[in-house]
């Protein structure tokens, strides 16, 4: 009995132990990202910026954020849901909480669930994904160009909580495809992607779709579908976003995201 509740004890140390040791990381890499990029939210929208682009496109950002409205340079999330740790299984139930920066492309998201915490992220433009089991040990750290490509797609799709950072500029071009549907591209560090957007009648962005790296040698169809758009902030946001690939076989959802928290321009940790 004495054995049985000293390994215990032991277990519970180094459980705890390695959630401390996991946030201490996690704020680090939160403080590595908000270093690298600076404040632009000095830097005002007008309507005016708007006229050269697709209809749908005008639409939308008239929708979603006002005249002279202030860029956003940081933007820190919190969410709960649903996510399937591979496509053949169950889905199981997950919070999460994120931080973006913007004038120098950059997120990190942590993911928990009751077995495991996932760390997506792309700072200092590299991309990783760490997976830690009960927040003990590693069971998965990759990177490499397939990540630098995967993880900067996943923070221009998330654009849609900060609209601002899908206005035209240096590195972001729209595109006409037809009445609710436009072309989206981004060039940043050697890297050209897109996504095919599709708006609804009033103006809301519902779906993303590109080609991603599903692993480090198959690119596959990613998408992403928004929904239930409110304001928070003053910006109208979609609340609800799901993660989908679209392989032979059919459509495999892996994540169904539900917004609870946003907060702008305030690089800190919640």
Do not use: C
């Amino acid at each position: 009995m004495i054995i049985t509740l000293t390994i215990l004890i032991i277990l519970i140390i180094v459980f705890i132990a390695g959630r401390i040791n996991l946030s201490n990381q996690f704020k680090k890499e939160v403080k590595t990202l908000f270093a690298q990029s600076k404040d632009i939210s000095t830097q005002k929208f007008y309507y005016q910026q708007l006229t050269s682009l697709p209809e749908p496109v005008q639409k939308y950002f008239k929708l979603v954020l006002k005249d002279e409205q202030s860029y956003i340079s940081y933007v820190g999330i919190k969410h709960d849901g649903q996510f399937k740790t591979g496509l053949d299984k169950g889905w199981v139930n997950i919070t999460g909480e994120q931080y973006f920066t913007t004038d120098k492309p950059g997120f990190i998201w942590k993911g928990v669930t009751s077995m495991f915490t996932a760390r997506d992220m792309f700072i200092e433009d590299k991309g990783r994904l760490i997976v830690s089991l009960f927040s003990l040990y590693n069971i998965v750290d990759v990177k490499g160009e397939q990540y630098n490509q995967g993880e900067l797609l996943r923070w221009l799709a998330e654009s849609v909580w900060f609209p601002t950072n899908l206005l035209p500029g240096e590195r972001v071009q729209w595109f006409p495809v037809d009445a609710q549907t436009a072309k989206l591209t981004f060039n940043y560090n050697g890297l050209s992607l897109y996504f095919i957007t599709s708006f609804n009648a009033v103006g809301e962005i519902i779906q993303m779709e590109t080609k991603r790296y599903m692993d480090e040698k198959r690119l596959e169809t990613w998408i992403i579908k928004a929904g239930n758009y409110k304001k928070l902030n003053g910006v109208i946001v979609p609340t609800t976003a799901e993660a989908m690939w679209r392989l032979e076989k059919g459509d495999f959802s892996y994540a169904k995201f539900n917004l609870k928290t946003i907060v702008y321009n305030n690089p800190k940790m919640f």
